[in-house]
């Protein structure tokens, strides 16, 4: 069996609250120098950045000492550098704390605020904003909440525990529930558990269902509904696809409003344009402590807009 190798640890800090790019070179190859390799394999940054990045010394090796333009091509080098970071609009919502200890972080997070670093979206994320708040470089997220969706999320303190955490996701030891805002349907009959197979697929935005085993499961209840306006539901799903459930509450024919891509996929909004947030929010996340055995009990405080204040959401 093929022994991985031992990685060094990053000569470069955190910057912004995110890691810098780590690359290995292949072991085999007929590239000259190290500069050649990563030009191509980084084409995509576009002409000359890579050669730039090498004349400003922003490529380093283990040591943390600049690579230089001509140095000799070594299989299995690691090097480092920072990419550059295009400016990101604000989420002008506040993370909060909601546990802190030395092993975990639980946060309620705002809508339009992404769990961790992805696409556009990496400098305003809830792991970057967090590391860069709390002091803590070495955080990590045990699991994501689509960047649409608010609540609660689990983040651990320290690398070595992570893995245990994330176990708990994987294995469904954690009680997830959920709130929703939605239209009424008097003719629907809830609570009732909706079982369905889900595909996602790369580069499609939208979920949808297919005929096959169930890999997708989540109990609806009604909690409470106004005459001539929204309920109320609570959503206990006991299984983690992409977009469950919003997919599962458009099938039920009362799709979460706010919700961009169900029941069509609408015109993406301006950056920067935070009204009308999709009315999904994690409310509890319930677990036994893998690392302390502590019982633990979350729960978040916010009021989905479109509950509290329907006409303002509406409008």
């Not at 690691?78 to 030395?102: M, S």
């Not at 997070?109 to 994320?125: D, M, Q």
């Not at 402590?289 to 329907?310: C, I, K, M, N, Q």
């Amino acid at each position: 069996m093929t022994r991985r190798p031992r990685v060094p640890p990053s000569p470069l800090p955190q910057r912004l609250g995110i890691d810098p790019v780590r690359v290995r070179l292949p072991l085999e190859g007929a590239w000259a120098t190290a500069r050649e390799y990563l030009v191509e394999r980084l084409s995509g940054a576009g002409a000359g950045v890579v050669e730039g990045m090498f004349a400003a010394g922003d490529i380093v090796g283990a040591d943390g000492r600049a690579v230089a333009p001509d140095a000799a091509y070594e299989p299995g080098m690691f090097v480092w550098f920072h990419r550059e970071l295009p400016p990101e609009v604000p989420v002008p919502f506040p993370l909060e704390i909601v546990h802190r200890d030395q092993h975990i972080v639980v946060v309620d997070k705002p809508h339009f605020l992404a769990t961790t670093p992805r696409g556009s979206h990496v400098t305003e994320s809830a792991l970057a904003r967090l590391r860069r708040e709390l002091d803590i470089p070495a955080l990590g997220a045990a699991h994501r909440l689509d960047r649409l969706t608010a609540g609660l999320v689990l983040f651990t303190v320290r690398p070595e525990e992570r893995g245990a955490y994330q176990s708990l996701f994987r294995d469904k030891r954690v009680r997830k529930e959920y709130e929703a805002v939605a239209p009424y349907d008097p003719g629907l009959a809830l609570p009732r558990t909706v079982r369905s197979r889900i595909v996602k697929e790369r580069g499609v935005l939208a979920a949808y269902e297919v005929e096959g085993e169930p890999n997708a499961v989540s109990r609806v209840e009604l909690t409470e509904h106004r005459t001539g306006g929204p309920a109320r539901y609570r959503l206990l799903p006991s299984t983690g696809q992409t977009h469950q459930l919003r997919v599962h509450m458009n099938t039920l024919g009362v799709p979460i409003l706010g919700d961009p891509l169900y029941p069509v996929v609408t015109a993406p909004v301006p950056a920067g344009d935070f009204r009308r947030p999709l009315q999904l929010l994690a409310r509890a996340l319930t677990f036994t402590d893998p690392v302390t055995g502590v019982e633990h009990r979350f729960r978040s405080g916010r009021v989905l807009e479109a509950w509290g204040a329907y006409e303002d959401w509406a409008t």
